[in-house]
Each structure stands twice: as structure tokens, then as C-alpha cells.
């Protein structure tokens, strides 16, 4: 069974920095897009950022040049680098994981941790 985990969320001010893992588990040969989106509280959910098994990414516009996805393919393991956070990047951040490339929808979701920026 497939499992995706989330860990490294947290409280920090505004303008500092947080860094996300996400464990993938359950299967021996990784996913070919990993990705991650947000969802914070009376707004719908969005994509924040995804990566191809070969290091190709794409960023929504809101993150862009303050975040930054990667991941270590050997170890089914994914990350996100976030900087000069804000409040408005205040949401739980989930990881997602797919097959495909770049997918409309996503397969495979984790639960989510909360990051919250104080201003």
C-alpha cells in the first residue's frame, strides 16, 4: 500500500524558513512526479510546486523564487525549501505523487502538515 508522509511543518515568522520531507513507501520504484499543494483555511486547495523523476520542476506563481522542490529518487523521498515565508503562505501542505507527468489530478496524497508564518 502506497504511503506518503509529511513531516517539518511548524511555526515560524514571517520571513523565515521552513523545510517539508515527504516519505513515499509501499512500492520499490519511485513515482515519476511528486509534487505538492496547500490548502489554507476558507480557501480552496492549490498547487504550489512539482518535480519530475529527472529534477524537472514547475512552481505556481506565488512561490516562485522563495521555494524551492527536490528529491532523492534513491530514497523515494521528497522535499520543499521554503523562504522569506509570509502569512499568506500559511495553509497544510500536502504531498502528492503520481505516475504521470504532471497530472491534472493527482493518484497518490499524504495527510498534510500545517506550516503557519506569524506576521
Known amino acids: 500500500q502506497v504511503q506518503l508522509v509529511e513531516s517539518g511543518g511548524g511555526l515560524v515568522q514571517a520571513g523565515g524558513s521552513l523545510s517539508l520531507s515527504c516519505a513515499a513507501s509501499?512500492?520499490?520504484?519511485?513515482?515519476?512526479?511528486m509534487g505538492w499543494f496547500r490548502q489554507a483555511p476558507g480557501k480552496e486547495r492549490e498547487f504550489v510546486a512539482a518535480?519530475?523523476?529527472?529534477?524537472?520542476?514547475r512552481y505556481a506563481d506565488a512561490v516562485k523564487g522563495r521555494f524551492t522542490i527536490s528529491r532523492d529518487n534513491a530514497k523515494n523521498m521528497m522535499y520543499l525549501g521554503m523562504n522569506s515565508l509570509k502569512p499568506e503562505d500559511t495553509a497544510v501542505y500536502s504531498c502528492?505523487?503520481?505516475?504521470?507527468?504532471?497530472?491534472?489530478?493527482?493518484?497518490?496524497w499524504g495527510q498534510g502538515t500545517q506550516v503557519t508564518v506569524s506576521s
Open positions: 518535480i519530475l523523476r529527472g529534477g524537472s520542476a
Open positions: 502528492v505523487a503520481d505516475d504521470r507527468i504532471y497530472p491534472s489530478a493527482y493518484t497518490y
Open positions: 509501499g512500492r520499490t520504484f519511485g513515482f515519476y512526479t
